[in-house]
């Protein structure tokens, strides 16, 4: 059997890790300012979460979901503390698209109506829901395409309040910071206006925190920057480091009940001790302050870099806005230097998501690998 060839492949096998670097089988070292699609939050094989994991595959790997497991609540109660949500319910899944999926189900079954909006530029992943409301007809199949799912222009008020006038609202979708689209933000102003609407109209806030949220901002949420609490949070990437786990988190006001929700392998005991690792780190090593913080390192030592038009984002997610497209710029980077790097939709942004645990050292690498690879390139 062959792959079936979905994404365009670089030439470089990866693999051990251990932090901000990974080696491939040749044994060259590569810095990552990628996180692996800024699904590494504490670092590469961080041995607190190794042990974890290892410690609990040795005990249970899985049982289903019909039984008692602590690791859910232990999990719930330390995500709880950490993110501010104390108050609200868990629901533990797989991918950032079934955390979506599950999220636009949820406020469909508590508010009775099919009406999603969502934004140009947005992601929220592949599954049929997720993907109906992704600003991206490419990757909708003919099954996707639904009347349904209303995108709009991002930070457009009049356009918003427009589509609102009938009342069939059942739930708003919004990114803190747009990932794939470009490392775009929404306005304070556009923030306070959909918790608003969605508060008049009986409509739920939904914040796709998959790629913005965990920490990778400087806050637990990006959506926190705008001092608004959404009625569901979903989460994935940094929440595992590699592990696949996902969650979608529930305002108190949402009753639940048996057959909104469900999945086999959603929560499980190992997935549960790689996520509650993660945070015990997260919270240990101070990690959200970290990326709060080097923030402005990244954007000090950006300052003056040719070609550079704009850098956007908060935290360790960030976007540089060249004024080429820098596809090139990115191969150079990664052949030349071994610093791995994201692209964006927008062919002109490179994408920043680096583990968290990032230090000052490695930016400066990053500086002057960066300026010798475009003196090269002039
Ligand atoms: N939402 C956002 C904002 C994302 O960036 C992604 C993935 O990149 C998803 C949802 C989908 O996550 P997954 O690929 O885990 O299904």
């Not at 997720?130 to 003919?142: G, L, S």
């Not at 799912?149 to 930070?155: D, S």
């Amino acid at each position: 059997m062959k792959l079936f060839d979905v994404y365009p492949l670089f030439d470089i096998e990866p693999v051990r890790g251990e932090g901000v670097y990974v080696w491939d089988k040749n044994g060259t070292k590569y810095l990552d300012l990628y996180g692996g699609h800024a699904v590494i939050s504490i670092g590469h094989s961080h041995p607190h979460f190794v042990a974890r994991i290892n410690r609990q595959l040795n005990q249970l790997a899985f049982y289903s979901n019909s039984i008692i497991n602590p690791l859910q609540s232990e999990l719930a109660a330390l995500l709880g503390e950490i993110s501010g949500l104390n108050d609200y319910q868990l629901f533990l899944c797989n991918s950032g698209a079934e955390a979506n999926e599950n999220a636009l189900k949820l406020a469909s079954f508590v508010t009775g109506r099919k009406k999603i909006i969502s934004f140009r530029n947005g992601f929220h992943g592949r599954t049929s829901l997720a993907v109906a409301v992704t600003d991206n007809p490419k990757i909708q199949a003919p099954v996707n395409k639904t009347d349904d799912a209303i995108i709009l222009p991002l930070n457009d008020i009049e356009v918003l309040e427009k589509a609102f006038a009938k009342n069939e609202i059942s739930s708003v979708i919004l990114e803190g910071i747009q990932g794939i689209g470009g490392i775009n933000m929404p306005d304070q102003e556009f923030v306070d206006t959909i918790v608003a609407l969605c508060k008049k109209h009986g409509a739920l806030f939904i914040a796709d925190a998959v790629q913005c949220g965990y920490g990778r901002s400087g806050k637990f949420f990006s959506h926190d920057y705008f001092g608004v609490k959404a009625d569901i949070y979903t989460m994935a990437k940094g929440m595992g480091n590699g592990f696949p786990v996902a969650g979608i988190a529930i305002a108190p006001h949402i009753e639940p009940k048996y057959g909104m929700l469900g999945t086999t392998y959603g929560g499980n005991h190992l997935a549960c001790a790689a996520a509650i690792a993660v945070l015990e780190v997260m919270k240990g090593e101070s990690l959200i302050e970290n990326a709060a913080e080097k923030e402005a390192v990244f954007r000090n030592a950006l300052e003056g870099v040719e070609g550079l038009k704009e850098v956007r984002g908060r935290g360790l997610m960030l976007g540089l806005e060249f004024e080429f497209p820098i596809k090139e710029l990115r191969l150079n980077l990664l052949n030349q230097q071994n610093i791995f790097t994201g692209s964006a939709t927008d062919p002109n942004v490179m994408r920043l998501l680096p583990p968290l645990t990032i230090g000052l050292k490695e930016i400066e690498t990053f500086k002057q690998a960066l300026n010798q690879t475009l003196t090269n390139m002039a």
